[in-house]
């Protein structure tokens, strides 16, 4: 017999939109709150990312704009203000990238398609760094090291945390 409950919840936009909110509020928080500043890349590395990894495989798309608002929250609080739009933008993409990686049936590519999604966040701060506020191409490459680690922690934390929360659906 189907589980009524649970298909009337995929299709109700209002727990969409809750649970949207709720993983934009757990982005800022695992962003904002839980974090290792790196003092060579002006920055910090945060359990954020994998907290997009896992909107991105609970929410679809809905994740884009749970990952853009609550990293972007996260650097309005942090003093990052330069970075606003840029985040918001690169989250964004983030998660994106995910949805689709989350999509297909080989864990392999699944894997390989997260690490694309970070490599989007990598890249995207390089060019912002480097194209936008002006830190040149070594500047802006002073800081791919770091943005790596974080990517690559997102990916980790990523991983761990779809498999806990495979049952859990709105």
Known sequence: MPDHRHSASKTNPTAKL???????ALIFVATYF??????????????????IL???????WAAVPAAAVGSMLADLMGGYA?????TFLIKGAVAAVAVL????????????GLIIAEAVMVGG??????????????GASASL??????????VVIGLLLIPLMKRVRY
Do not use: I
């Open 101 to 112: 990686a989350l999509r297909t049936k080989h864990e392999w590519l699944k894997v390989l």
């Open 82 to 86: 330069v970075y606003l739009l840029p």
């Open 34 to 51: 839980v974090k290792l500043p790196m003092a060579m890349t002006n920055g910090y590395v945060h359990l954020g990312d994998g907290f």
């Open 54 to 60: 896992l909107a991105a495989s609970l929410l679809g």
């Open 125 to 138: 701060y390089f060019l912002v760094e480097w194209l936008f506020l002006g830190y040149g191409v070594a």
């Open 145 to 154: 090291l770091g943005n790596a680690m974080q990517g690559l922690s997102g």
């Open 18 to 24: 809750a649970l949207c909110g709720v993983m934009a």
